[in-house]
C-alpha cells in the first residue's frame, strides 16, 4: 500500500515544594469558623490516570450548576486502592457552599495556549508543499523533514523547561514567559526568506507549544473546583482538536493562492498575544502560592476564583495537606526516588502507551485509506479525522467527573485495540477484500473516536491530579518530554519499520500494545474523580 509523502510529512504533527502553613492562619480560621479538617487515614495508593466526565456535558449547558462551584456536596466515603492492594475508607464530611466566584474566563485564556499547540501542529499540513516552492526546498526531501520535526524537537526542550519556569515564577508569570517563543516563532516562519529562518521558527514555535503542553493542564486543574475539575481538564484536549481543525480550515485559500502560507503562520501571533493579555489579568494558581508561603495571596487567589464562600474550604484543604510538612522544593532527581517513582512511572507509561498505540500510524495512513474506499479529498479525508477526534473528545468532555478517568482509559485503549485488529485483518484477509475500502475508513474513524474518548484526554488531566503539589510541575514536564520524545521517533522510524515488515503486521503490533496498555491501566491506575488534589496528594504519597 502505498503512502503519500505529503500526508506523512504534513501530519507528523499529529500525533512545589510545601511550606509549613502558619499556625495563627489555620487556626484563626478553625476558631472562628468552626470548621476543622477531618484526619484522613489513608494508606499509598497507586497512580491514577483514569477517565471520568462530568454531568457537565460540552454543549449542554443545561446540565451546569448555576454557579460553577454551586451545588451542595454530599459527605462521601471515597474507597482508596493502595499499591499494595489495600482498600481503606476515606469519609471527609466537607460540605460545600455555593460560590460566587468562576473559573471559567481563566480556563478560557489558559485554552489560548492549547489552541495554539493545535494550530502549531496542525499548520504545516496545508502549508509545506507550497512554502517548500516558495523557499526553493521542493526537491529536497531532508529539508522539508526539518521544516516538520524541529516543531518536535523544541517542544521536547519546552516541556522539560516548562516545569522548572512554572515552580520557580509561577504559572501565570510561566504563560506570560510562554508567549514570546509562540509570537516571535510565528511570526519568523511567516517572514521567513529562506529555510534558515524557517527552521529557527519552528524551533522556538515548538519550544513555546512545549511549553504550553505541560502549564495549561497544570494550571487548569490548580485552579478547578474538584466537582468540575474532569471536564475542566478534558477541555484541554478539545482544544487542542480545535486548534488542529482551525489550521485545516486556514489552508483552504491555498489553492488560489499560494503565498497564502505565511498568513497562516502569521494568524497565530494574533492568540499568542491574546495569551499573554489574559495571563496579565489572571489569579494566580492558589496552590503554588501557598506553597511558596504567600498565604494572604493565596486567599485573595481562591476568592478571585472560588468566591469569598469558598475562601475557608479549600485553604483548610492546603492546610492539612502541608500539616507537618515543610519538605524544601522537590529537584529533578527526587523523581527517581522511592517515595515518588510509583506515580511517575505510571504518568510516563500512559504517554508512552499514548504514542505507542499507534495514532500517528492512522494519520500517517489515513489519506491512502481512505482513497482506497473513493475518497479522494485530501481535506475530506483530514476534516473526517478531525471531526471524529473533535466529536469524542467533546463526549469524553461529558463523562469526565461521571465515569471517571480509569473507565475511560480502559474504554478506549480497548477499543483502539479492535479497531486496529480490524484494520490489520482488512489488510491481509483476501475474503475482505471486496470491503476492504469501507472497513478501512470504519477502522480508521472507530480508532481516533476510541482514543479521543480516553487515551487522547486523559494522560495530561490525570497527571497533575496524582502528582504532589512539590513534584507536580517537574514531573508533568517529564512526561510529556517522554511524549515528545516518543514522538519524535516513532515519526523518524515509522516509515522504515513499515518498509520492513508491511502495514499489517504494524497494525498488529499496534493492536498488542493496546491490549498491554488495558492489562497496566487495570492494575496500576486508580480512579480521582471527585476528589481534591490535597486527598490524592496524601493517599499518594503516604508513608509506607
Same mark, same amino acid.
Request: hydrophobic share 50%.
Given at each position: ?205 515548538? +519550544?513555546? %507549544? $512545549? /511549553?504550553?503542553? #505541560?502549564? =495549561? ?7 478547578? *473546583?474538584?466537582?468540575? @475539575? ?9 482544544? +487542542?482538536? %480545535? $486548534? /488542529?481543525?482551525? #489550521?485545516? =480550515? ?7 493562492? *499560494?503565498?497564502?502560507? @505565511? ?9 499568542? +498575544? ?5 495571563? #496579565? ?264
Amino acid at each position: 500500500m502505498q503512502v503519500s509523502t505529503h500526508a506523512v510529512k504534513g501530519n507528523l504533527c499529529l500525533g512545589l515544594q510545601n511550606l509549613r502553613p502558619l499556625p495563627s492562619s489555620r487556626e484563626l480560621r478553625e476558631n472562628n469558623l468552626g470548621f476543622a479538617v477531618s484526619e484522613l487515614r489513608m494508606t499509598k495508593r497507586s497512580s491514577c490516570f483514569g477517565i471520568g466526565l462530568d454531568s457537565i456535558a460540552m454543549g449542554a449547558r443545561g446540565n451546569w450548576p448555576r454557579s460553577v462551584y454551586g451545588s451542595l456536596a454530599k459527605a462521601r466515603s471515597v474507597r482508596a486502592q493502595a499499591y499494595e492492594g489495600d482498600v481503606e475508607d476515606v469519609a471527609p464530611a466537607k460540605i460545600q457552599v455555593k460560590s460566587s466566584g468562576t473559573v471559567l474566563p481563566y480556563v478560557g485564556v489558559a485554552c489560548l495556549g492549547a489552541i495554539l499547540f493545535g494550530y502549531h501542529l496542525g499548520v504545516v499540513n496545508g502549508a509545506l508543499e507550497y512554502l517548500a516552492k516558495d523557499l526553493g526546498i521542493a526537491e529536497n526531501a531532508v529539508l522539508q523533514g526539518w521544516v516538520v520535526s524541529t516543531l518536535l524537537a523544541g517542544a521536547t526542550v519546552g516541556s522539560f523547561t516548562g516545569g522548572s519556569l512554572a515552580d520557580k515564577f509561577g504559572r501565570t508569570k510561566t504563560f506570560l514567559l510562554d508567549a514570546i517563543p509562540l509570537a516571535v516563532g510565528a511570526f519568523l516562519c511567516a517572514t521567513a526568506q529562506n529555510i534558515e529562518t524557517m527552521i529557527i521558527g519552528r524551533l522556538l514555535a515548538g +519550544i513555546g %507549544i $512545549g /511549553i504550553s503542553s #505541560a502549564i =495549561v493542564p497544570l494550571y487548569i486543574s490548580e485552579i478547578s *473546583p474538584t466537582e468540575i @475539575r474532569g471536564t475542566l481538564g478534558s477541555v484541554n484536549q478539545l482544544f +487542542i482538536c %480545535i $486548534g /488542529i481543525l482551525a #489550521a485545516l =480550515v486556514a489552508g483552504l485559500p491555498l489553492a488560489g493562492n *499560494p503565498l497564502w502560507w @505565511r498568513t497562516m503562520f502569521g494568524v497565530a501571533i494574533i492568540p499568542s +498575544i491574546l495569551l499573554a493579555l489574559g495571563m #496579565a489579568f489572571s489569579p494566580e494558581s492558589p496552590r503554588w502560592l501557598y506553597q511558596q508561603g504567600k498565604i494572604s495571596e493565596a486567599e485573595v487567589s481562591i476568592r478571585k476564583l472560588n468566591g469569598k464562600e469558598r475562601v475557608a474550604e479549600v485553604m483548610s484543604d492546603l492546610d492539612a495537606a502541608a500539616q507537618g510538612s515543610s519538605e524544601p522544593e522537590a529537584g529533578w532527581f527526587d523523581l527517581f526516588s522511592s517515595r515518588y517513582w510509583k506515580v511517575v512511572s505510571v504518568g510516563a507509561a500512559l504517554f508512552l502507551f499514548q504514542q505507542l498505540a499507534g495514532i500517528n500510524a492512522v494519520v500517517y495512513y489515513s489519506t491512502s485509506v481512505f482513497r482506497s474506499a473513493g475518497i479522494t479529498s485530501d481535506v475530506a479525508a483530514s476534516a473526517l479525522v478531525g471531526a471524529a477526534n473533535v466529536f469524542g473528545t467533546t463526549i469524553a468532555s461529558s463523562l469526565m467527573d461521571k465515569q471517571g478517568r480509569k473507565s475511560l482509559l480502559l474504554t478506549s485503549f480497548a477499543g483502539m485495540a479492535v479497531s486496529m485488529l480490524l484494520l490489520s485483518l482488512t489488510f491481509t484477509w483476501k475474503t475482505l477484500a471486496p470491503y476492504a475500502g469501507t472497513l478501512a475508513v470504519l477502522g480508521t474513524v472507530l480508532y481516533v473516536l476510541s482514543f479521543s474518548l480516553g487515551a487522547g484526554p486523559v494522560p495530561a488531566l490525570l497527571l497533575p491530579e496524582i502528582f504532589a503539589s512539590r513534584i507536580r510541575a517537574k514531573a508533568v514536564a517529564l512526561s510529556l518530554g517522554m511524549h515528545w520524545i516518543s514522538n519524535f521517533v516513532i515519526g523518524l522510524y515509522f516509515l522504515s519499520v513499515v518498509t520492513k515488515f508491511g502495514i499489517s503486521t504494524v497494525y498488529l503490533g499496534f493492536a498488542s500494545v493496546c491490549l498491554l496498555a488495558v492489562m497496566y491501566i487495570a492494575g496500576n491506575v486508580v480512579e480521582t474523580k471527585g476528589r481534591s488534589l490535597e486527598e490524592i496528594e496524601r493517599a499518594l504519597t503516604a508513608a509506607p
